[in-house]
């Protein structure tokens, strides 16, 4: 520690560079997880608030809430502890002045998919609506009535739940008559049964059964993982984040082994002077450890001093555990890195280092 930490503070200048590399590539780290859970929040918000255990949807949909299309009449079929119907339709909403894509929910207010407000009101008549406060960051407010695309209908929002999302469009939630309404028009009547699924809740999965073989019940984080895009989009920023690891673990090494071979001649005096090979390693796997926390820590505060002045419109949501363990895996890949310098420094003769 003593020799690793007074060796930092004599070239400051050749170690403040590879802090600084370390720096970058924690910063990049940070900002790529941030911007992967913001993305998946895009998809997942309004699912994860649900709480729910499955989710009951024709077996022809391929686990697609869109494509399945029951009948409420399915809850009988269905034994569950908790059982919700939901009936979900996407459009476009204006009030006049914004435009934004919406996923509209048709709920029973008195099921366990009902939101909680956090501004305004319940919805208690049809064509009322509890929108996700996503929206007010677009120009919408409460009361404003909301055209929507491909019907003739309009929606008037009587409160503002917390940022809720599926599928990368706010929530709009409202009776499932206002959902019947929307997506059937003057057919509203002769489709009031139809639903697109059952969400329920049990102890475990196993709990849930369905007498109709026409049923698929699936697990929430299997219908999540469904949605179009998710997995493609999750598995390609956590790829590049896996990739960075392997990254700074090669750039520690080359740095530190770049190093060691400028100090062979020393470390050839030191060993020469009795000083051993695990004095010598533990000392540069100090001095790594040193330079890795200093630049983690250094890259954590810039990211989170980034996302400060980031837009909205930036999908970034810093998950504070995911981001430790990212950083404590960068420490472990630069004392990974720094083990090949170990073994050149164990290597060393003194006799023919020193030119003797």
């Known amino acids: 520690m003593f020799l690793a930490w007074n060796e930092i503070k004599k070239n400051k200048l050749r170690f403040f560079l590879i802090i600084g590399v370390l720096m970058l590539v924690a910063y990049l780290v940070f900002f790529l997880s941030g911007l992967a859970t913001g993305l998946a929040n895009l998809n997942r918000e309004a699912v994860d608030k649900w709480n729910a255990t499955a989710i009951v949807l024709a077996e022809e949909s391929d686990k697609s809430l869109p494509q399945s299309f029951i009948s409420t009449e399915e809850l009988d079929n269905i034994d569950?502890?908790?059982?919700?119907?939901?009936?979900?339709?996407?459009?476009?909403?204006?009030?006049?002045?914004?435009?934004?894509?919406?996923?509209?929910?048709?709920?029973?207010?008195?099921?366990?998919?009902?939101?909680?407000?956090?501004?305004?009101?319940?919805?208690?008549?049809?064509?009322?609506?509890?929108?996700?406060?996503?929206?007010?960051?677009?120009?919408?407010?409460?009361?404003?009535?909301?055209?929507?695309?491909?019907?003739?209908?309009?929606?008037?929002?009587?409160?503002?739940?917390?940022?809720?999302?599926?599928?990368?469009?706010?929530?709009?939630?409202?009776?499932?008559?206002?959902f019947h309404k929307v997506k059937f028009g003057e057919a509203a009547e002769a489709n009031e049964d139809q639903i697109n699924g059952i969400v329920v809740s049990d102890d475990s999965l196993d709990a849930i059964n369905t007498s109709n073989d026409e049923l698929q019940i699936t697990e929430i984080e299997n219908f999540i993982e469904s949605l179009p895009g998710y997995t493609e989009q999750s598995l390609t920023l956590n790829f590049m984040i896996y990739f960075l690891f392997g990254i700074s673990s090669v750039i520690v090494a080359i740095f530190l082994y770049v190093l060691t071979v400028q100090k062979i001649s020393m470390f050839g005096v030191m060993k020469a002077q009795g000083i051993s090979n695990g004095y010598l390693s533990v000392s540069v796997i100090v001095q790594t450890f040193l330079l890795a926390f200093i630049g983690v820590v250094v890259g954590f505060g810039l990211t989170i001093l980034t996302g400060k002045f980031l837009p909205s419109a930036v999908p970034v949501a810093f998950d504070l555990t995911t981001m430790l363990i990212y950083g404590a895996v960068l420490v472990v890949v630069a004392i990974l890195g720094a083990v090949f310098s170990v073994f050149t420094i164990v290597k060393i003769d003194p006799l023919k280092a020193i030119g003797g």
């Open 80 to 178: 569950a502890q908790d059982k919700a119907i939901l009936g979900q339709i996407s459009a476009i909403a204006t009030n006049g002045d914004s435009k934004q894509n919406v996923s509209i929910f048709g709920i029973n207010k008195d099921e366990f998919l009902m939101p909680k407000v956090s501004e305004g009101e319940e919805f208690s008549d049809e064509n009322e609506v509890v929108a996700s406060d996503n929206l007010k960051e677009e120009g919408f407010e409460i009361g404003d009535e909301l055209e929507l695309s491909s019907t003739d209908e309009t929606l008037t929002i009587v409160g503002f739940t917390e940022s809720s999302r599926f599928n990368g469009a706010p929530v709009l939630y409202g009776e499932l008559a206002t």
